[in-house]
């Protein structure tokens, strides 16, 4: 029963906390997990990897959970690194991947994040947990709790996407549809706290789903071979992905696990339905204000204000990244050109990268022989909204009209 855990940092102002208890905000700002990383390279080696299963469990020693008893998975595999050649020579470049996240457990890389903050619940022997979400953090989330015997309160949006609505409640989670955005049904969980006695497990508010969705970062180096790409494009809400790969890549260096110092360009991608973060990055300010009439059908990103934004812009900058908006009306045309191109079930919000990696393009921010991988976050499948389209009907009345079947 033990972790690498120091201690927990607070990211506004470099605070100490300590880890061996449950904690949540400090000045209403998130918290980072801190290792001792020296002990940890010690003890492990990134040649011990090789032989361990194929799941985020095997960076086990770089994770918060002390206590084997505690972990909640329901088999995280690590998700493929796919070459993406035609739809690259579509788009004009010659070296793109995508990180195909759709294959994790209830088909998003929410299951990464929720895996570890409940698995960390747990240990802490917390019963009953709530959140807000505007899609698929709230299936991760019910399927996580139903896994460890949890109560579970979920308040999403009331046009979140059917699918989200009743993955959590077949998951046996209260399930409650608001009629306000992800920052309404926020101020209920919060409003909530001390009457319901439940743990407010929205993103950021807790230390350790940051900690899950590090282990993209961590499975893309090691895919890899240790050698980070030139470009990762990533579709932003809440940001914990984003911000979770760029502390793995800087654990990663300071283990010297890393091939050569140079980090990715981070791109954060948004929809110009709503896009705080590109509206911050554009006028070099350290917080996002609330982006008003948030609107897009990639309900993933349809954060209209994240806790982490300042993180989300840091790692940003850092990086020599960018963040960009895209066209709202060519999200669908993007998905559909992504998917026919590959077969990959690319995702609203991915497909909004590949807006992006387009104008990136377009204006030379991204060379066409650098290497960019694109994360696609979730599974197409999960947004039928998104994705209805008229089909032509055949009548078996009718002699078969195999000119039309042909055209
Ligand atoms: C939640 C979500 C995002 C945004 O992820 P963050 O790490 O919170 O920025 C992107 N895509 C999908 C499919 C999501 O469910």
Redesign the pocket.
């Known amino acids: 029963m033990s972790s690498f855990v120091t201690h927990l940092e607070a990211a506004i102002d470099g605070t100490h906390l300590p880890a061996d208890r449950v904690q949540t905000l400090h000045k209403d700002r998130p918290l980072w997990v801190r290792y001792d990383l020296d002990a940890m390279g010690r003890a492990l080696s990134k040649e011990m990897l090789r032989d361990r299963p194929p799941t985020l469990w095997r960076y086990r020693e770089l994770l918060p959970v002390a206590d084997d008893a505690a972990i909640t998975s329901l088999g995280e595999g690590m998700s493929p690194l796919l070459p993406a050649a035609r739809l690259g020579q579509r788009l004009g470049t010659s070296n793109l991947w995508i990180k195909d996240e759709s294959q994790l457990p209830t088909g ?3 299951s990464r994040g929720l895996t570890m903050a409940i698995s960390m619940a747990r240990q802490f022997g917390i019963r009953r947990v709530a959140l807000p979400t ?4 709230g299936g991760a989330a019910a399927a996580y709790a139903a896994r460890a015997g949890m109560e579970c309160f979920v308040f999403m949006p009331e046009d979140t996407p059917a699918i989200n609505q009743y993955e959590c409640q077949l998951a046996g989670a209260r399930t409650f549809l608001v009629n306000g955005l992800i920052t309404d049904c926020g101020r209920i969980v919060r409003e909530g706290k001390e009457r319901m006695g439940w743990f407010d497990l929205s ?1 950021l508010k807790e230390p350790y789903r940051i900690e899950g ?1 590090k282990t993209m970062g961590l499975e893309l180096a090691e895919q890899l071979d240790w050698k980070l790409p030139d470009v990762i494009l ?9 911000v979770g790969m760029w502390k793995a890549f800087a654990e990663l260096a300071a283990l010297g696990w890393l091939a050569s110092d140079k980090r990715p360009r981070m791109v954060a991608v948004q929809s110009d339905g709503c896009a705080p973060i590109v509206r911050a990055f554009e006028r070099g300010d350290k917080h996002a204000e609330p982006f008003a009439n948030a609107h897009t059908i ?4 349809r ?1 209209p204000a994240a806790v982490g934004d300042f993180m989300i812009l840091d790692a940003v900058r850092e990086s020599g990244g960018t963040a960009v908006a895209v066209e709202e009306g060519r999200i669908r045309d993007w998905m559909q050109l992504a998917i026919s191109s590959e077969g990959i079930a690319v ?1 609203p ?2 497909a909004a990268c590949v807006g992006a990696l387009e104008q990136l393009l377009a204006s030379g921010s991204i060379r066409p022989d650098e290497r960019v991988v694109l994360f696609n ?2 599974a197409a499948q999960k947004y039928p909204e998104a994705i209805a389209s008229e089909l032509p009907r055949l009548d078996i009345g009718k002699p078969i009209d195999w000119d039309r079947i042909a055209s």
Do not use: Q
């Not at 505007?134 to 953090?137: D, F, K, L």
């Not at 990639?298 to 990103?301: C, H, K, L, N, V």
């Open positions: 998003s890389f929410k505007a899609g698929n953090a993103t969705k990533y579709p932003t809400g809440g940001g914990t992905g984003l990639a309900s993933g990103i954060v995702c919000e991915a976050t979730g």
